[in-house]
């Protein structure tokens, strides 16, 4: 046989072979949305009304596969989902979720329409759901779980967008020093480099409340106080409870 064949038809098999996943289904790249643009229609398509009034609803999004199967536009992603609520200066936490999602797009004229959103199952169908999502591949479904305790990773980033969406709004009163925030501005304490915070940010505490709070270690299930985690990054500071004691 000639070589030529030969070489031809080795390159056929492996293109069909790396098409094709192990559950049979044909996956191919296509010339849809990437990078930024992508990132704007899943962001469009997952966007929620807010649940309260007034809430700020900050999302962001992590893709991890785009591609055709059956005639749609399949993409995987990990979505981030916070809610926000101002207040007197500061901002309350409202409401959050973080979890990998399938949107399955029908392609009109080259142009994304009628998006089918499929969720993880919950509780102990939860890995093989995301299995199924990825089609089997090792480094899709590694990559989507990395949606799962990812506060760590993604918060810094939420606040960013926190403050683009007050500077957006003409929001006034809600960036501020460490020392000056309302009615934290005094006999305050200033914690860095909390182990159950993410990094670059600073809790803020009454003094009274804390050490109200310390003096119950061993007498309550779980002492806390609450106060203040301050972005050094962007001024922003939202109410939260802790329950470290550094002092």
């Known amino acids: 046989?000639?070589?030529?064949?030969?070489?031809?038809?080795?390159?056929?098999?492996?293109?069909?072979?790396?098409?094709?996943?192990?559950n049979g289904s044909l996956i191919k790249d296509t010339d849809f949305l990437t990078g930024s643009e992508l990132i704007t229609l899943v962001e469009a398509t997952m966007r929620q009304e807010p649940k309260e009034k007034d809430e700020i609803r900050i999302i962001k999004?992590?893709?991890?596969?785009?591609?055709?199967?059956?005639?749609?536009?399949?993409?995987l992603a990990n979505i981030y989902q916070m809610g926000f609520i101002a207040k007197d200066g500061i901002f309350l936490s409202s409401s959050g979720a973080m979890?990998?999602?399938?949107?399955?797009?029908?392609?009109?004229?080259?142009?994304?329409?009628?998006?089918?959103?499929?969720?993880s199952s919950d509780g102990s169908e939860f890995l093989s759901s995301v299995k199924k999502m990825s089609r089997n591949n090792e480094n899709w479904y590694k990559r989507l779980l990395e949606s799962q305790n990812s506060y760590h990773r993604i918060y810094n980033d939420i606040i960013q967008r926190l403050r683009e969406e007050t500077h957006r709004k003409n929001m006034k009163?809600?960036?501020?020093?460490?020392?000056?925030?309302?009615?934290?501005?005094?006999?305050?304490?200033?914690?860095?480099?909390?182990?159950n915070e993410p990094k670059g940010n600073i809790a803020v505490v009454k003094k009274s409340q804390y050490y109200k709070a310390k003096d119950e270690i061993g007498k309550v299930n779980w002492p806390h106080y609450k106060g203040l985690l301050f972005n050094k990054a962007t001024g922003i500071a939202?109410?939260?409870?802790?329950?470290e004691f550094p002092e």
Do not use: C, W
């Open 99 to 119: 979890f990998p999602v399938e949107i399955r797009y029908e392609k009109k004229n080259e142009i994304p329409a009628e998006p089918l959103i499929i969720y």
């Open 173 to 195: 009163g809600y960036v501020h020093d460490k020392d000056k925030i309302p009615n934290y501005n005094e006999n305050v304490l200033f914690f860095e480099n909390m182990q």
């Open 238 to 243: 939202v109410e939260s409870i802790f329950d």
């Open 61 to 75: 999004v992590e893709i991890v596969a785009s591609f055709e199967e059956a005639g749609k536009q399949i993409v």
């Open 1 to 22: 046989m000639n070589k030529k064949i030969i070489l031809t038809l080795i390159l056929l098999i492996l293109i069909i072979v790396t098409a094709y996943e192990k």
